[in-house]
């Protein structure tokens, strides 16, 4: 019997992110682009509860202690918005993660089953999502759900898999997810999937204001490259300001301030230009520095340390009535509890 069958279920979290620079390159033929970026973890955790089953079935479900469960999304024919919600079938990426470790477990146990009395495991898993990350909001929330879900499931399964290969299994399901299980800082090359860890010390003080309207990422993608085709711009291999490396790994606010950028804060801003308002609000009541996160829509603003931070959000929600939620960095990588 399974030490996870004794006690019932195994919990495990996965921190979101913000790219404190996000560069993208070219449109390749494949569709994909080429991306320089500094992750950077945040004390913002996804929660993902994995309980036994005695089939092969996988469920997913959310928990009613989440802190989002849905999001409205801008529909590019009309200009509006519709409802969306989080789905809770295959295309769930938590989903997608124990179907993949179900799969790769599978072929490593096939020669040992091949013996005669060798019981066959099962590797069902009912899945409930605890959600803190905002939801379409360029945080990563889906792929800590994958990152969590794939750490969970190989306790539960008494799978043996390192940290390592389990980042390597999360990059099939998304660039994102290998980082949400290693955390900390890192600059991300390739599709964002290769990852190089920095040495940090000290902590960076952000808030986080998520958006009620979601913005899809390849949409935003799109609209980046139509608005470079637009000026005929060429566009070189993405690369990272190594002052900016450092100035992270240093927690050096005051120069990272001058050095962050994103190239999808232009198109996500043309898309939905609230953005924009929320930037200058979040200037006027003292940020340091305010910036699209991934993808957008949620906006991050830098502080100068945690009181500030926290005076920050406090100011934002009484005058703007938005969601402000203070973080911290760099939290670590998808752990158990």
Not at 89 to 98: F, G, K, P, T, V
Not at 122 to 149: E, F, H
Not at 158 to 169: H, N, R
Request: glycine letters at 10%; hydrophobic letters at 45%.
């Amino acid at each position: 019997m399974r030490d996870s069958e004794l006690f019932g279920h195994v919990t495990a979290v996965a921190p979101g992110k913000v790219n404190l620079s996000l560069r993208v390159g070219p449109l390749r033929p494949d569709g994909y682009h080429e991306v320089a970026t500094l992750y950077y973890a945040v004390s913002l955790y996804e929660e993902v509860i994995a309980s036994p089953r005695s089939d092969e079935v996988i469920t997913v479900s959310l928990s009613e202690r989440s802190s989002f469960t849905g999001v409205e999304h801008r529909d590019p024919l009309s200009g509006g918005t519709v409802p969306a919600q989080i789905p809770l079938d295959e295309q769930n990426l938590a989903y997608q993660a124990a179907a993949l470790l179900r799969e790769h477990l599978r072929s490593r146990d096939a020669a040992t089953l091949s013996f005669p009395g060798t019981e066959r495991p099962s590797y069902g898993v009912d899945l409930t999502i605890i959600k803190n990350v905002p939801i379409a909001g360029g945080m990563g929330g889906g792929s800590a759900d994958a990152a969590a879900t794939l750490v969970a499931c190989s306790a539960l399964w008494e799978a043996g898999l390192t940290k390592e290969q389990l980042a390597d299994l999360g990059a099939r399901l998304g660039a994102d997810v290998p980082f949400a299980i290693v955390g900390g800082a890192a600059v991300g090359q390739g599709l964002g999937e290769t990852l190089s860890p920095l040495l940090t010390r000290g902590e960076l003080h952000l808030v986080m204001v998520p958006s009620s309207t979601g913005l899809s990422t390849p949409e935003v993608y799109q609209k980046l490259d139509s608005m470079r085709a637009s000026v005929s711009l060429t566009v070189d291999p993405p690369e990272l300001d190594h002052d900016l490396i450092r100035a992270a790994c240093a927690a050096d606010a005051e120069m990272i301030t001058t050095l962050m950028t994103n190239d999808l804060q232009a198109p996500a801003v043309a898309m939905l230009p609230a953005l924009d308002d929320m930037m200058d609000a979040g200037m006027a009541e003292g940020a340091m520095q305010g910036m699209v996160s991934g993808s957008g829509p949620t906006v991050m603003f830098l502080a100068r340390d945690a009181a500030a931070a926290h005076q920050l959000a406090t100011s934002l929600q009484e005058r703007l009535d938005v969601w402000a939620i203070p973080v911290s960095g760099p939290a670590a990588g998808a752990r158990l509890l």
